[in-house]
């Protein structure tokens, strides 16, 4: 594989070097690895030309799989623990002589790009494959480089995937036949044991979480987007809470969809494509993607017919966690290259399950802390592997899984942005109205917009506030599109009581989550739901 090295130590150099040129495909184009995708049965052309392909038994992350190597220049940052499970450097050293056994005589596809728009934060990666469809996915996910640019290309970060090696847990130190395993000293990631194409943009993800903060730039797990007047909002939320649909507004230009930095200069997106969760898609409530599902696309687990090739959204057969991966030029109107202002506008996502949070609700900067840190949402099916039905969680900055230092040192940037920039923030419920999970309905995707558009617009402010008695959240009184009653949850809840004691639970879980926090403000603690 000529020409691929990492920064990395001279062994691991060596060894990659030592993979056969005539092995490796390099940078191709979109043809041409839809081309070898299909010639090699990894997949079907969809009837709008998208390209079909099937996990297996991963069709979503493996948080459980995922490991950092315990190292000198990480060992005093990292938050350890069972989000970041430690690996020795000699674990990692053998899986990676195992993967270059492995890769030896494959068939090999490369890519090489960039994670961040910014061109002063951007960071070079390459990113090896065995499987065609994967190398398309991460072409059309992170940032291309032009014909100049790739002549000086040179990847400060290397991932292998290699979905058809599998760990010996016994032997190896993993915990499943699958692994996720970065290494900062070796510049390195190690994915194999899944085909969920997922893993690859997550773990770049992680890395930047890792060191942007230490060039004093806020990475964020969230989308974004802008109005014609320049103002930028952002959109915090876990996979499902609705990043994706909600940023992608027709009368507004998506920067990104999922991750973003925050410098000094403003926002900028992480990367150069979109992932967006497509069970239930219609062509009517989420034009632009729909629109963006077109030859060069990737359509993850989605079922499509036999026959005629066209594609069934509602079939969760095999996941509920289906997916379409698309460069974020096939959105019309997308911001390119990702950057912009200082946001304005920050609004956290959460789909409660429970139901008892209200659909919209403005936070104090105290209680937007709390929020933060809190991350609560409800996980929903199909997101990892083993999840059901919703399951109430808290993950920290709304990325706990892909967060490798602690919780403050993202909170506290958080925290000085929305001073520094007089930033409102706002909470809104995606999830269920009228009751939890089973009971109640999920809320109208119509109404969020609604919402969303009077947060952004400011129309929300025109009206007055009331505070949740238990959260303490400002609810308001009106928004144009929205039914009044739907505002406050209790409303619409046929047994008031059972509402009340939701609420109390809720926010007990909320307290108790926050208990493992430590040296954390008395005003932000204080910003909690009142018990």
Known sequence: MGGITVNANRKMNTRMASLHVETSRRNLPVVKLVEAALSQGEGKLSSAGALQVLTGKYTGRSPKDKFIVRESETEDHIAWGGVNQALTPEQFDSLYEKMMNYMEYRRLFVFDGYAGADPDYRLPIRIVNEHAWQSLFVRQLFIRPSAAELQSHEPEFTVLAMPGLKADPFTDGTNSETFIAISFARRTVLIGGTHYAGEMKKSIFSVLNYLLPFRGVMPMHCSANIGEAGDTALFFGLSGTGKTTLSADPNRRLIGDDEHGWSDKGVFNFEGGCYAKCIGLTQTNEPQIWNAIRFGSVLENVSIDAVSGEADYNDKALTENTRAAYPIDYIQGAVIPGVAGHPKVIIFLTADASGVLPPVSKLTKEQAMYHFLSGYTSKLAGTERGVTEPEATFSACFGAPFLPLQPNVYA????????????????????????????????????????????????????????????????????????????????????????????????????????????????????????
């Open 412 to 531: 506290e940037m958080l925290g000085n942005n929305i001073t520094k920039h007089d930033t409102r923030v706002y909470l809104v419920n995606t999830g269920w109205s009228g009751g939890p999970y089973g009971i109640g309905q999920r809320m109208n995707l119509s109404y969020t917009r609604a919402m969303i558009t009077a947060i952004i617009n400011g129309s929300i402010e025109n009206t007055s506030f009331i505070p949740q008695p238990v959260f303490g959240v400002w609810i308001p009184a009106a928004i144009s599109g929205v039914p009044e009653e739907l505002l406050d949850p209790r409303n619409v809840w046929t047994d008031k009581d059972a509402y009340d004691r939701g609420a109390r639970e809720l926010g007990r879980l909320f307290a108790q989550n926050f208990e493992k926090f430590r040296d954390i403000p008395d005003a932000i603690k204080l910003a909690g739901p009142r018990l």
